[in-house]
Structure formats: C-alpha cells, structure tokens
C-alpha cells in the first residue's frame, strides 16, 4: 500500500490553494496535528493495523484533515485533493461529482454521523461506494 508523505500532503495543500487562488491562506497552522495526521492511516496498536483496510485507512485521513484543521484555511478542499491522490495511488478512483465531493466534505466538517470511531466507519463504507477499480476503468475506456 502507497501512502501519502507529509510532504506530498503540503504540497497538495498549497496547490490547492493556488487552484482556487487562496494562495494568501494557505500555510500550516498546527504542524503537530498535521503529523499526527499523515501518520493515522498506518497506525497500529499491539502489532495490528488499527485501519485494516483501504477504505479505512482512506477515512482516517480524509476524517483527520477535515475535523483536525491542521492548515489556516482549505482543509476540506486539500483532504479531498489527498483523498483522491491515496486512492488513485493504490489503484482506485473516485466517481463522485464536484458538487457530491464538496458536500461530503461538509457533511464531515459538520455532520455529528461523521465523528469519532463510528464516522470513521460510515466514511469509509461511503468511500468504497464511490470508487472504481482504476485498471477496469481504464480498460474499459479503451475499449
């Protein structure tokens, strides 16, 4: 499994930023936090994965950046960068429209189903249902 660097998490975020010309609130408000973040989808406790699977370990990021607010402003827009960025690194795509993606992200931010152990669970069952095999997409659009 591919996962995404510290770096590569700011890098999105400040691309991001440029994207939406917000470059001036761009910047890392808690680098702690942020830490913190880029490291919960590889947790383990007791020599288990605390995030078993692809889809959880997807939930555990895009949860942390969104709810965490390790960045000045553009969490939800740089979490749903990353989130797409992890799944399409370990062969995934999502298929969800700007407007579904956009409100996903604020439903997180502020949607209660999305906090805690069990917010974890209903993201990452959301995201399984919103991504497709990159391989299978890719042939059959050649096809």
Do not use: C
């Amino acid at each position: 499994m591919v996962f995404l660097t510290l770096e590569e998490i700011v890098a999105t975020h400040f691309l991001t930023m440029q994207r939406f010309d917000d470059e001036s609130e761009a910047g890392i408000q808690f680098p702690d936090r942020l830490e913190a973040i880029v490291h919960r989808p590889m947790a383990e406790s007791f020599g288990y994965e605390v995030h078993p699977t692809l889809w959880r370990k997807a939930a555990a990021l895009t949860q942390s950046l969104v709810q965490d607010h390790p960045f000045h402003n553009g969490n939800k827009r740089t979490a749903l960068a990353a989130l797409g960025t992890f799944l399409r690194l370990n062969g995934y795509l999502l298929t969800l429209t700007n407007r579904d993606a956009e409100e996903l992200m604020v439903a997180i931010a502020t949607d209660d189903r999305y906090k805690g152990d069990n917010g974890l669970t209903l993201l990452s069952q959301e995201i399984e249902q919103v991504t497709i095999d990159r391989e299978k997409y890719e042939k059959d659009d050649e096809g």
